[in-house]
């Protein structure tokens, strides 16, 4: 036999072997009895993702269909079998309780290839433990008093842009002005640099902001691959970050740490920490481990602090001004609490007088249950886990676990009327004696979002500005109900938020 014939029949035996492979990956749950839906060979039970089917649909609609049937029920992410939880007993196990079996998120991450892949959200293990150590100092609330006057003058420009608009025309398209007022703040923030683009929506940092979540590098085949191989991907060198957003914001830190350093600029802000803890070379943690940051470590904090700081707050302001239009008691309620506040602290809007405004918190919290930005939480099992109380559920070493926190959201036993907008689900009585399995929008325990603060506060302000100073109502061209937009794997509306709006 020559070598030509022993290497095609090498290669058929290889294809055929994870031929079988995938095949038995693909029947994992319907052996073990546990109910799930049948995968599809490429996409797993993802089929029609960004195409036919948004992103949050997919997991209200698997919640639904399967919740009561146990712990979790069975799922297929691309070609491998996850856990998909459907009780809130067994999300404080992984999140909080049982923690250190489930500390990796398992996305495909590979920093020195592709730097921007280097950040928080991103690590697993011991480099997630490192860098969420490193930069837990940065998000205290003495952190957030330094930043929250550079918020309130861009939120008094946010106010003047949007009253010169109504004065054109009473019919507004909130969703990109909320955009645009959180790129300005992430983008003073994070980089110090005047974004501008409240008064140009075509400004450089928009538009990049806008790729950022919605370009990829890879088509549907190549993030499957990537999705189903994460480690194997990383070890051929493969990359995720499109390489215009990689360029892009590789130079913007480089030229921002650049000009700090050489002229001695010192903002209070997220880069200035940053900056910091790349000088400090002294610094050390409890176990010895060097607190610095590499230049591409800070321009992947940065980027993602960037990325999702912005989409995350300005899609639930706009998702809350969208449920005010249409409960205006509620809007009435909430603008008498603020100036209420307000008046207790003469007018001025500070770190203190925003804390103290409930009434917003509550409208925010519910507007997160609602329309909860990201409508899945990702974690990894590193070892084999059995359910307490049901041995026969076993999430395997090496198993992909989804939480589907936004269908949760909405599901009646833990929200009556869990589709009706009620920020008094989230009166201090309900909040105390709430399971915090039941409200998910930043995650839960040790790996929570660490820019919480942050968001929380940027979306305060802006809406308590906005509130102040502005009446919202529908209008013929507000679609109702909300379509999701199919590209986006966070929640955002399909065709923007048009509200009429007449200042007060």
């Known amino acids: 036999m020559g070598i030509g014939t022993l290497l095609l029949t090498a290669v058929i035996a290889l294809i055929g072997y994870l031929f079988l492979q995938i095949r038995r990956n693909m029947q994992h749950w319907q052996n073990l009895g546990i109910p799930c839906e049948e995968p599809n060979f490429l996409m797993g039970n993802l089929t029609g993702v960004r195409i036919k089917r948004a992103f949050p649909d ?53 920093p020195e290839d592709d730097p921007l892949s280097g950040q928080l959200f991103l690590l697993d293990g011991h480099k997630w433990r490192s860098m969420r150590n490193k930069l837990s100092s940065t998000f205290t609330s003495g952190k957030m008093k330094y930043m929250f006057p550079t918020i309130v003058k861009i939120g008094h420009e946010f106010v003047d842009v949007f009253g010169e608009m109504t004065d054109k025309s009473s019919i507004i398209e909130v969703k990109e002005l909320m955009a645009r007022f959180t790129t300005d703040v992430i983008g003073t923030c994070a980089f110090g640099i005047e974004c501008s683009s409240l008064k140009d929506p075509e400004a ?60 001695n600029v010192r903002r209070n802000d997220f880069m200035d920490q940053l900056i910091d803890l790349k000088n400090n070379q002294l610094m050390k943690s409890e176990t010895g481990e060097s607190m610095s940051l590499t230049i591409e470590e800070i321009a992947a904090q940065a980027f993602v602090f960037f990325a999702a700081g912005f989409e995350t707050s300005s899609t639930t302001m706009g998702f809350a001004l969208f449920e005010l239009a249409q409960n205006e008691d509620i809007q009435k309620r909430l603008r008498e609490d603020c100036n209420e506040v307000l008046a207790r602290y003469n007018g001025e809007l500070t770190y203190e007088c925003i804390k103290d405004m409930e009434y917003l918190n509550q409208v925010i919290s519910e507007t997160l249950r609602l329309y909860t930005v990201l409508p899945v939480l990702n974690r990894e099992c590193l070892e ?13 070493k090496g198993m ?66 906005l509130i102040k100073n502005f009446k919202f109502s529908v209008c013929d061209k507000t679609i109702i109900p909300i379509k999701n937009h199919k590209e986006s794997f966070l929640i955002a509306s399909e065709s923007g938020i048009y509200l009429k709006v007449e200042r007060v």
């Open 58 to 110: 997919i997991w209200i609609h698997y919640y639904n269909k399967f919740r009561g049937t146990g712990p979790f029920a069975g799922f297929y992410w691309f070609q491998r079998p996850a856990a998909f939880i459907l009780e809130p007993f067994l999300v404080k196990h992984i999140l909080i309780k049982d923690f250190n079996k489930f500390t990796d998120r398992g996305f495909f991450h590979n």
């Open 400 to 465: 992909p676990v989804l939480i589907p926190c936004g269908a949760i959201h909405r599901d009646e036993k833990f929200y009556p009327e869990p589709n009706r907008f009620n920020p008094d689900n989230f009166k201090a009585e309900r909040v105390k004696n709430r399971d915090s399995g039941e409200w998910l929008p930043f995650g839960d325990g040790p790996r929570n979002c660490i820019g919480m603060r942050f968001g929380e506060m940027q979306a305060r302000i802006g809406l308590a500005m």
């Open 384 to 396: 084999d886990f059995v359910v307490p109380g049901y041995p026969n559920y076993v999430i395997k």
């Open 204 to 263: 450089e940092f928009r538009v990049m902001g806008r790729k950022a979540l919605t370009d990829q590098r890879h088509g549907d085949l190549g993030m499957a691959f990537i999705n189903s191989f994460p480690k194997f991907s990383r070890r051929i060198h493969l990359k995720m970050t499109p390489e215009h957003i990689e360029k892009f914001f590789m130079r913007i830190v480089r030229e921002t740490v650049a000009y700090r350093e050489e002229n």
